[in-house]
């Protein structure tokens, strides 16, 4: 499957940086975490507890690298004030980052720590999916060291393929530059299908089934029995 990213602004120095698969771009923290909980190899405790850590954790490694990345144009100092933080930059003009206003969205979605004055990353990146195909456009990921939260949502991309702009909030505490470079939006395409919950009654033979296949390996029994390669260029 192909996914289109259509420039909306025509860089003056060429420089207007191009969305990259999440995978180019894992944290540090992440490429430095041992899989080990006790920084050594083996695989399991005498009580038979797991010694891996999230290094090892498949579903959390794809959440991580899966699909695109939207980054920050340019640098972003960041100043704490009783009113409303102050951002700063020097490139993109008034058009980059703009205040959103609070009557749009509710408290609710503001954690605490973070500013009730919401902002908005404007992208200049259009999408384009497959026909049938649509976007989640969400905060990046596991993503949790980052100074800002990204509001999340859908976008049916086959069709509207104009840029979609970023509603976020930003840490009360935080003082500083956020760099260049920096995610501020995880894009994941997907096929829209439509769905229907059913629920079986419970059945001991079958839980036995499942547990039996899935406890047959100490080590990575998800990524060895059951977990797909997913490619994202």
């Known amino acids: 499957m192909e996914i289109k990213f259509i420039p909306f602004r025509n860089s003056k120095d060429g420089q207007l ?15 430095a975490k041992s899989p080990f909980t006790d920084g050594k190899s083996q695989k399991a405790f005498p009580n038979r507890t797991k010694n891996i850590t999230v290094k090892w954790c498949n579903p959390f490694g794809d959440a991580l690298g899966s699909g695109y990345f939207i980054l920050l144009e340019n640098d972003v100092q960041v100043t704490p004030s009783p009113d409303s933080p102050e951002f700063v930059w020097f490139r993109g003009g008034d058009e980059f980052i703009s205040t959103h206003s609070k009557e749009q969205i509710s408290p609710d979605l503001i954690p605490d720590g973070y500013s009730d004055q919401p902002f908005k990353f404007i992208n200049f990146w259009g999408i384009q999916t497959p026909p049938g195909y649509s976007a989640l456009f969400t905060h990046p990921m596991n993503r949790t060291e980052l100074p800002f939260l990204t509001l999340s949502g859908v976008v049916d991309t086959d ?19 956020i760099e ?14 439509n769905w229907k919950a059913t629920f079986e009654e419970f059945s001991p033979q079958k839980v036995e089934t499942i547990h039996s296949r899935f406890h047959r390996k100490i080590t990575r029994p998800y990524k060895l029995g059951y977990w797909k390669r997913k490619e994202w260029k």
């Open 159 to 177: 069709e509207y393929n104009q840029p979609v702009n970023f509603p976020f909030v930003i840490r009360e505490d935080f003082e500083g530059i």
């Open 17 to 31: 940086l191009k969305p990259i698969p999440a995978l180019r771009n894992l944290p540090d923290w992440y490429k």
């Open 180 to 193: 260049a470079g920096t995610p501020i939006a995880q894009v994941v395409p997907f096929r829209r299908d």
